[in-house]
């Protein structure tokens, strides 16, 4: 019996699957067909109805979209009335049929309307999902961008703290030697000229106007060294007369010291700015020459003060030898601390700084500083 079962199971199955794909256009020929068959293995019109449901369930609906599925049960219902015809007996038994049949499409509906309703919902879902997974890999990527900016300008700041110490420590040193060397010695040759003076002077007053004379230019040349210093420290003209002024002192002294030509181009409007701004530009022009006397090679230097629309722009040019300029920034050596030094000043009030370098023109630092006041200290020196 189970056999007879199992082989009506599978042609109502063939049967009904063939059906499906030739569409209405095809017969119920073979629905009556199979009817017979499963009449003749002793099947009920229930059992018929059962493995009709089961067919349609696991067979047919699955993948089909939901706004196709009524029209295929629909159809599928027209299949299965014809088929249990050979199956009638009394009409109670009829009518038992058609509403189990009924029933059968009023529970496939639903279920069809249910599923399309939870696939609409998972679809929802996943796209919801999809959406915080590319959030929050996105996430990821700028908080990894901005711990390895961070690593980055950690490692420049500890650069630029221990070029910092190397270059105060040179200076230092520096000074050290000038103040042993120049200032120590002279004071010292003075104190014997004095000591030999007081000699003569009770003995001999033949030669004393011309070592007097000599002590007084030993005196002289202390005070220029110590005006120096002072000025290198802080020139004492940028307070009393303005940027300009302090401009062309230090250009001054640059050509004589360097033999280094140099030209000075400003407007009058400069001297408008705070007074931590055009200390800022000072010191940049201050490094520049000083580059320009240690590396660069040049027979000429022309800075010029330049207005624009919303700040201004110091240029300083020079016909010496080219350097790379990445390289230099980027360099772990003291190298780079004069660029370095001039940048983190200008960022300091606001500014920036640019440098172009080329080969056979020479290079060009440009010093931007804005307008209007400075937000903070005013206290750049």
Do not use: W
């Not at 020459?289 to 230097?301: D, G, Y």
């Amino acid at each position: 019996m189970k056999r007879k079962l199992f082989n009506s199971s599978r042609r109502y199955q063939d049967a009904l699957r063939n059906q499906m794909k030739q569409g209405r256009q095809a017969g119920l020929a073979s629905a009556r067909n199979v009817g017979g068959l499963a009449h003749a293995a002793g099947l009920q019109t229930l059992d018929l109805a059962k493995l009709h449901e089961q067919t349609l369930v696991t067979e047919l609906l699955p993948g089909v979209p939901a706004g196709k599925r009524a029209a295929l049960i629909k159809q599928a219902g027209s299949f299965f009335a014809e088929a249990i015809l050979p199956l009638e007996k009394p009409h109670a038994s009829t009518q038992e049929a058609a509403v189990y049949l009924r029933k059968i499409i009023e529970t496939l509906s639903q279920r069809t309307v249910e599923l399309a309703a939870s696939n609409l919902e998972l679809s929802v879902e996943i796209g919801q999902r999809k959406a915080a997974e590319a959030a929050l890999k996105k996430s990821e990527r700028h908080y990894s961008e901005l711990l390895a900016q961070s690593d980055r300008l950690q490692e420049q700041l500890r650069q630029l703290s221990r070029q910092i110490l190397l270059a105060q420590e040179e200076e230092r040193r520096e000074i050290s030697r000038e103040l042993h060397d120049v200032i120590a010695q002279t004071l010292t040759g003075i104190n014997v000229r004095l000591a030999a003076l007081s000699k003569e002077a009770a003995t001999n007053t033949k030669g004393l106007d011309r070592n007097i004379a000599r002590t007084q230019r030993l005196v002289e040349k202390s005070v220029d060294i110590v005006h120096r210093f002072a000025r290198d420290l802080r020139p004492a003209v940028l307070d009393d007369l303005g940027l300009i002024p302090a401009l062309h002192s230090f250009m001054k002294n640059f050509t004589t010291r360097t033999g280094v030509r140099t030209h000075l181009t400003a407007f009058a409007g400069v001297e408008e700015l705070q007074t931590a701004r055009r200390t800022v530009l000072f010191r940049v022009a201050q490094e520049a020459l000083t580059n320009v006397a240690r590396h660069a090679k040049a027979s000429r230097v022309e800075v010029s003060l330049q207005k624009l629309p919303d700040g201004i722009c110091m240029k300083i040019k020079d016909d010496g030898k080219s350097f790379q300029v990445e390289r230099t920034l980027h360099a772990k050596a003291g190298k780079s601390l004069g660029l370095l030094g001039m940048r983190e000043r200008l960022e300091m009030v606001g500014g920036k700084l640019s440098v172009e370098s080329t080969p056979g023109q020479g290079t060009t630092i440009m010093a931007q500083v804005p307008l209007g006041k400075i937000r903070g200290s005013d206290g750049v020196r």
